[in-house]
């Protein structure tokens, strides 16, 4: 899946190994492949030309749009996460003459038009950094027992005292008198 993360390294793959170039980046947006985006505010790329291709170290920040587990609301997610990955050529800078696979299985690879794509990479990494179960705040209160927002509604809080399954009832008197 290719994204607006793309760079062309081709005049990088030409130079010396060792040699670098710097990006900066803002206000981009990244598919997460679950319908959801990640909102790049800020990013900042350092590529250093290696003997198999490029090394990415990259700084980003953004935020993506979660569910709340409490309340099932939606709010925006706060992320931030360094990484430092190294992408393959797959063909020859000058000669354009296929290169030999790399070794090692799940590489992130630079394209035959030697377009190196950050979008895999960053998509890992922003689920990587995403919370297993979001809640929108700290002090959400969740969903009443007829699924009101008790965030929005304080009175959802009575509601839940009121409705009370019949089988639970004896044991809500026993409460009391404790």
Partial sequence: MSSELQ?????????????????????????????SRLRITEGDVKMTRTKNGVLVDAAMSGNVTLECVRCLSDFSQPVEFDFAEEYFATVHATTGAPLPEPEEPDVFKINGNHLLDLGDAAREYTLINLPIAPICRPDCRGLSLDGQNRNDNPAADDLDDQVIDERLAALKQLLKGA
């Avoid at 390294?9 to 670098?20: K, M």
């Fill in 7 to 35: 760079f062309n390294v081709s005049q990088l793959l030409q130079e010396y190994v060792g040699a670098t170039r710097q990006y900066t980046y803002e206000n981009e947006q990244l598919d997460l492949g679950d319908g």
